[in-house]
């Protein structure tokens, strides 16, 4: 298991994610708690990118609910198909949202938020949770982020799909 990340100093987010991709497998490998491996996962998007929240909601009893994540206190439940997470779980397609204000029904979990990108992680064709990505800034995310994100949540699919 990796305990530090390493990455080539640049402003490319595509080589950050190409070069962080496989040291987030490192971290995950071997490991197999759910739980443990989404909170490593989301402290290195944190880290690595400097984001203002970073979590996962977790589709539970017809409900997303808070999993692991860093930032501040966070909504603990949204209803399927409300704000920016339950439109990507019912949609079950990336949200990319370069202003929250002008989304409608977007949920305020923190005023401080002003983008936001949302990723369904999907295992045979349903959503299972979502990978939430924000921004304190407007219009902080790029196409780099979103392919960057996917592959996260491609790689998030094997905790439901494997033992744990």
């Known amino acids: 298991m990796a305990d530090t990340l390493t990455l080539t100093p640049t402003g490319d987010r595509r080589t950050q994610y190409a070069e962080l991709l496989p040291q987030l497998q490192g971290l995950v490998q071997g490991e197999p708690d759910r739980t443990a491996n989404l909170a490593n996962l989301a402290a290195a ?30 909504c603990t439940r949204i209803e399927h198909g409300q704000g920016v997470c339950g439109a990507a779980w019912a949609e079950a397609t990336s949200q990319w949202v370069p202003d929250v204000d002008a989304f409608p029904g977007h949920i305020a979990c923190s005023s401080l938020s002003r983008s936001e990108v949302v990723v369904p992680i999907l295992v045979d064709d349903d959503v299972v949770a979502v990978l939430d990505v924000d921004s304190d800034q407007l219009d902080a995310f790029t196409e780099a982020d979103i392919e960057g994100l996917q592959s996260v949540a491609l790689l998030c699919a094997q905790f439901w799909t494997e033992t744990h």
Not at 51 to 67: A, H, N, S, T
């Open 45 to 74: 998007l944190r880290q690595t990118f400097g984001f203002f929240w970073v979590g996962f909601y977790l589709v539970k009893d017809d409900q997303l609910v808070l999993g692991p994540f860093q930032g501040d206190i966070a």
